[in-house]
């Protein structure tokens, strides 16, 4: 397993744009598949985005896509989540996940490191 750590919530308003990032532990990431998930309090955490690597491949959650890009820094151990044009309803506890599985990767049974999670707050 690998040691993860998200940063970059915050409040923000309709419209604006957070970039969050994970720094993970290890001398192995590339090898991982790196996931974000969100969490509101009541609800099923749900997949929002996940990026590979060698070949790099990427999935969204629709309902992120074309708002949020993932992205990744291999030499810097990181992943990213850059998110625009937020909307109230992505107002969610956003964490950070990796696995070694390449595919069936947008659920969380898939994954089986967590991060602690950062807030993200979207106001109207």
């Known amino acids: 397993q690998v040691q993860l750590v998200e940063s970059g919530g915050g409040l923000v308003q309709a419209g604006g744009s957070l970039r969050l990032s994970c720094a993970a532990s290890?001398?192995?990431?590339?090898?991982?598949?790196m996931g974000w998930f969100r969490q509101v309090p009541g609800r099923e955490r749900e997949f929002v985005a996940a990026i590979s690597w060698s070949p790099i491949t990427t999935w969204y959650a629709a309902s992120v896509k074309g708002r949020f890009t993932i992205s990744r820094d291999n030499a810097k151990n990181t992943v990213y989540l850059q998110m625009n044009s937020l909307k109230p309803e992505d107002t969610a506890v956003y964490y950070c996940?990796?696995?070694?599985?390449?595919?069936?990767?947008?659920?969380?049974?898939?994954?089986?490191?967590w991060g602690q999670g950062t807030q993200v707050t979207v106001s109207s």
């Open positions: 290890g001398r192995t990431f590339s090898t991982y598949t």
């Open positions: 996940a990796a696995t070694l599985r390449r595919v069936g990767v947008a659920s969380v049974a898939a994954f089986d490191s």
